[in-house]
């Protein structure tokens, strides 16, 4: 490969900004760094600069990048048969969904591959109704689960704002928030009954006999990371078994060992009807997402055709790195070293944070996906930045982005909070240096505490 070069990179710039319309953002405001290339937990730039990946880019790198036994399954498959059409049986993708129902839930043996989480979400709404012969969705306030027209309904975020809400079934609903209780709870077993008693006093004033399904996210993610108090899902789950509603996990960001395991509702004993996922499945190497459902949603359309399909379900490039995850999962034995450094490293480096800055209300989280919220009062719990913030507003937030990026390290920030979410596979090393830097970055912000 031949020598990269600044001048690659500003061409690489140039192109973008004279013909690329880039999600989520204001055109003209944008400035993107010129990406050259990357290994496991980091990725530099043309010029040299390097970059510890702290959000997995959307929480999706979980095997970090160009992981050499990914990058082999695509090479192979390309080899072997680039593409077939979902009619077809493949090897690749038989495979695939027989491993990923070998570590779903019990009861869930079929998997809908799709191209990425929010048409996974779609097709599992698509299922829920037709399954339950009912229509009303509901979805917790804060939450995303995509940007198509029934997914972007119901995420609760601001990023359905400025978006026509095309889906007339969807319901939002308050869901727990132990740290800034919307049910002014003292205590995670008050924040769990009370946002349960909340939950249900809703099914019934919406009709019960009307929902089809519930969908959460079993740790909010881009919204917080936010861990459930115990106890939660299992009263959710008993809740939709009681009024006959499906329960709809999106796993799209937190599955295939985000939480520390397989599926993060295995670390609150609870079986969803339906599990959506993306991201994580094969790091985002080739798109690729999917529905897993339960055995009974499966024999509703045995004899009955599914009104949907897509040209690219199972596509044998993306399947291929799935089959290939599982192989590192085993070989690397990654729940192991996730789990290890969260409990060992994480967790202590960042309650130390917490006793140490001023401006560090919260921490939380499992696994290798963690938050760190920051508030200007410790008492009164006022975030550092308004929901939804907005230019000047944001001052603080992008004071502590401009700190992590001098200092090597890209960060995700989300309102008032960053959030740890590196490459399942950072060495213990790295992954102390990024906490490092996000520890000297926080200091600067001390003056912005009250």
Not at 119 to 141: F, L, P, S
Request: charged residues 20%; proline residues 5%; aromatic residues 10%.
């Amino acid at each position: 490969m031949a020598q990269l070069t600044p001048e690659q990179g500003q061409r690489a710039f140039d192109l973008d900004r004279a013909h690329v319309f880039h999600s989520w953002s204001a055109q003209g405001a944008l400035n993107p760094v010129p990406v050259a290339g990357g290994k496991n937990a980091t990725f530099w730039d043309f010029d040299g600069n390097e970059y510890l990946d702290f959000n997995s880019q959307m929480v999706n790198v979980n095997l970090g990048h160009q992981h050499p036994t990914l990058i082999k399954a695509i090479q192979d498959q390309a080899a072997t048969l680039c593409t077939i059409g979902p009619a077809f049986a493949n090897d690749t993708r038989s495979e695939a969904a027989r491993l990923i129902a070998s570590v779903a839930p019990e009861g869930l043996n079929h998997v809908f591959f799709t191209n990425g989480g929010a048409e996974a979400v779609e097709n599992a709404v698509k299922m829920a109704r037709i399954h339950t012969g009912r229509d009303k969705i509901m979805a917790a306030y804060r939450s995303y689960h995509g940007a198509t027209a029934t997914a972007i309904t119901l995420t609760g975020e601001p990023r359905r704002f400025n978006n026509r809400h095309t889906d007339s079934g969807v319901v939002h609903f308050m869901g727990p928030y132990t740290y800034q209780s919307p049910f002014w709870s003292t205590s995670e077993e008050e924040e769990c009954e009370r946002a349960l008693a909340h939950l249900e006093q809703q099914i019934v004033l919406e009709g019960s006999h009307t929902i089809a399904a519930i969908i959460m996210e079993p740790v909010v993610g881009g919204m917080g990371v936010i861990v459930p108090p115990a106890g939660y899902l299992k009263g959710l789950k008993a809740l939709c078994e009681k009024y006959g509603i499906l329960f709809i996990a999106d796993e799209v960001m937190v599955g295939f060992g985000r939480c520390g395991t397989w599926f993060t509702v295995d670390n609150f004993d609870v079986t969803p009807d339906l599990i959506t996922f993306a991201k994580g499945s094969n790091s985002g190497y080739v798109p690729l997402g999917g529905v897993i459902m339960s055995d009974a949603i499966y024999e509703t359309f045995v004899d009955r055709v599914f009104p949907g399909g897509l040209t690219y379900s199972g596509h044998p490039l993306a399947c291929a790195p799935v089959v290939a995850t599982f192989q590192v999962f085993e070989e690397e034995q990654l729940l192991d070293h996730v789990n290890d450094l969260a409990e060992r490293v994480i967790r202590p480096r960042l309650e130390a944070m917490r006793d140490k800055h001023a401006i560090v209300g919260d921490v939380r989280g499992l696994g290798m996906f963690w938050a760190i919220e920051l508030v200007k009062n410790k008492d009164t719990r006022e975030p550092l930045v308004p929901y939804n913030a907005q230019g000047a507003d944001l001052q603080p937030m992008n004071e502590f982005a401009a700190a992590c990026k001098k200092a090597g390290l890209w960060p995700f920030i989300g309102m008032n909070r960053t959030h740890v979410a590196p490459p399942l596979t950072i060495t213990e090393e790295d992954l102390v240096r990024g906490l490092d830097i996000i520890d000297e970055a926080l200091g600067g912000l001390a003056q912005y505490a009250d």
